[in-house]
């Protein structure tokens, strides 16, 4: 887990960043709060050659699957699921449009963003059932969207990339389809480390906001043995048949311990992985938008998601 160390090794760019959240913990009485400032819809100047339309889940009423697709004439293309973060109580598909649209339209690929149900109204196992919701829609409505259903991968940040990982091992588990690549962005992976209490000075995500979101996600259950890995991947035994991985953190992150013995384990298990340490990174940095080491890694998410959609290894 990160220790108080993590606080002096803050990049020193990332000051102002990380003084927006300075005494900031997630809880009950700042849910409301922290929803308004991570579900708004964000309107920025967008001239980029991406249609964008939304479709609702069948299986799961009132998610909504929003398709950002370049504007192309490839017959068909390689697809990207992408889970938003929020520490599952917070984030939305339509918040992280803007972004995601650029991505799509940088990538030249089909960005397809999952708006799941939140806790603790909707706790585990609604958000990753609407995850895997979205991805066997993506397979069965490939033809109307022209994906290639070869290169579809699975990609997300935070508690999105818990969610990412999650639904590998759950479709790892059933033995078909197969995502093919994971995409990674600081994720939220053992709830173990919120069970482990401490780290309220970390910045940006505190323990006792890490604590809350793992607690409305996973109920009286957090912690216990009874856990599931598809809840908590950061728990899974074995690792093996897992996709080709790329996995990014700031080393002054809650989540490095977590991420490193993710990546170490898939490693382990003789999977493809891409583990990228941001030295002075704390939770979230990759959203500051002038800090050189944000900009740096940014560029380097999207380079490795180019490789994986293309199915090319890091030279």
């Excluded at 290169?151 to 940040?157: H, N, S, T």
């Excluded at 940006?204 to 598809?230: E, H, K, M, T």
């Amino acid at each position: 887990m990160a220790s108080d160390a993590a606080l002096v090794n803050i990049d020193p760019e990332l000051c102002e960043f990380v003084g927006r959240f300075k005494n900031f913990h997630l809880s009950a009485e700042t849910l409301n709060d922290f929803r308004k400032m991570t579900m708004g819809v964000v309107a920025q100047p967008d001239d980029l050659r991406v249609i964008s339309e939304s479709v609702t889940l069948p299986s799961s009423p009132g998610v909504l699957l929003l398709m950002h697709r370049p504007l192309s004439d490839h017959t068909a293309m390689p697809c990207a699921l992408h889970m938003h973060g929020g520490g599952f109580v917070g984030g939305s598909a339509q918040s992280d449009a803007p972004s995601m649209r650029a991505l799509a339209a940088e990538t030249q690929c089909i960005i397809a963003s999952v708006d799941y149900r939140l806790a603790p109204e909707a706790q585990y196992p609604a958000p990753l059932d609407d995850c895997a919701a979205a991805f066997a829609l993506l397979l069965t409505d490939a033809a109307r969207w022209r994906i290639n259903t070869s290169r579809i991968g699975v990609i997300g940040e935070s508690a999105g990339g818990g969610l990412a990982a999650g639904l590998a091992l759950k479709l790892r588990d059933a033995g078909k389809n197969r995502p093919a690549f994971l995409h990674l962005i600081y994720p939220m992976l053992d709830d173990r480390t919120a069970a482990s209490g401490g780290a309220d000075n970390v910045p940006v995500w505190s323990g006792r906001s890490n604590q809350f979101g793992w607690r409305c996600y996973l109920g009286d259950a957090l912690a216990a043995s009874s856990v599931p890995i598809y809840a908590a991947p950061g728990r899974a035994p074995d690792l093996s048949g897992m996709p080709p991985t790329y996995l990014a953190v700031g080393d002054s992150d809650l989540f490095f311990s977590e991420n490193a013995r993710f990546a170490r384990a898939l490693e382990l298990a003789g999977v493809e992985v891409e583990f990228d340490v941001y030295a002075g990174g704390v939770h979230g940095f990759m959203h500051a938008p002038s800090a050189t080491m944000a900009t740096k890694a940014r560029a380097n998410s999207a380079y490795a998601l180019k490789r994986a959609l293309a199915g090319s290894k890091r030279s």
